[in-house]
């Protein structure tokens, strides 16, 4: 199979994100898109293929959503060092994976409730040879009431998996307070705000800002969704497997 060269773009790392991925992590990009593309023989992980379409929409809108974490000097939120990152809803691995690869010194969980997708994770993190990353199989519901993983993440993440409530029922309990949530999202209205604010109210968490903007290439829309956990989330949450998704907070 003949795999296509990412693009490089360096120039629009550094004018959107601040950031630029060294030789060897554009080289961990390129392994990352390689394994998908041979992944994708075996089971559907993505429609995203095309060399530039994938740069955008997996690799930049993944790291789009921390940027304002890269920042060192950032007012905006204090992340410790050796944060401990959950990406939940993972699927092929986003936005964790790039992330693992542009932040060494976080430890990235990526979860899933797809065991097939978690033996492709597993594959990739060996092939990449990536010692941040581990993945966890499983559901959100059931995990986020697993004392071994409630509250203890610095960070948690969610793309395209679910309406904004059921997202943050899914990700708040893993979160410590403190901590952050970040909701990537696409198309955002009033009422989603409104919406998600009375599930936090429930969870322990608070809306803290919702960045808008757009994809550099094609100019998608994108807003991300940056949610602080504020008090303890209460036991009954997240409720059982299936409910949030079918009766939303
Ligand atoms: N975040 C990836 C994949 C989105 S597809 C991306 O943006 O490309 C949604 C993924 O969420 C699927 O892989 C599905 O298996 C997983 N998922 C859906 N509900 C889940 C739940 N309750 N717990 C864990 N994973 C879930």
Not at 84 to 93: F, S, Y
Not at 95 to 117: C, F, H, V, Y
Not at 171 to 200: C, Q
Not at 222 to 246: D, E, F, M, W
Request: hydrophobic share 35%; net charge neutral; proline share 7%.
């Amino acid at each position: 199979m003949e795999i296509p060269q990412l693009p490089l773009m360096l120039d629009l790392w550094q004018s959107t994100i601040n950031w630029q991925p060294t030789q060897s992590q554009q080289q961990k990009f390129q392994e990352l898109y390689e394994t998908i593309l041979i992944g994708n023989q075996q089971q559907n992980l993505t429609r995203i293929t095309a060399p530039e379409d994938f740069w955008e929409k997996h690799l930049w809108d993944s790291l789009s959503g921390i940027a304002p974490l890269l920042e060192t000097d950032s007012p905006s939120h204090h992340i410790p060092k050796n944060a401990k990152i959950i990406d939940v809803g993972t699927g092929p691995g986003f936005p964790g994976m790039p992330i693992a690869i542009s932040k060494p010194e976080w430890k990235i969980n990526l979860l899933d409730s797809t065991r097939k997708k978690i033996v492709f994770l597993n594959n990739a993190i060996s092939l990449l040879q990536l010692q941040n990353a581990t993945t966890i199989l499983g559901r959100a519901e059931a995990v986020g009431q697993e004392s071994y993983h409630r509250e203890k993440y610095d960070l948690a993440l969610i793309r395209a998996v679910g309406q904004p409530s059921v997202c943050a029922e899914y990700i708040l309990p893993l979160v410590k307070v403190g901590g952050l949530g970040i909701l990537y999202r696409g198309h955002w209205a009033e009422e989603d705000t409104v919406n998600l604010e009375s599930a936090l109210s429930k969870l322990g968490g608070k809306l803290k800002s919702i960045q808008s903007g757009q994809t550099p290439v094609s100019r998608g829309v994108r807003n991300c969704v940056y949610i602080l956990k504020t008090t303890p989330t209460q036991s009954q949450y997240p409720r059982a497997v299936g409910t949030p998704h079918q009766q939303p907070l």
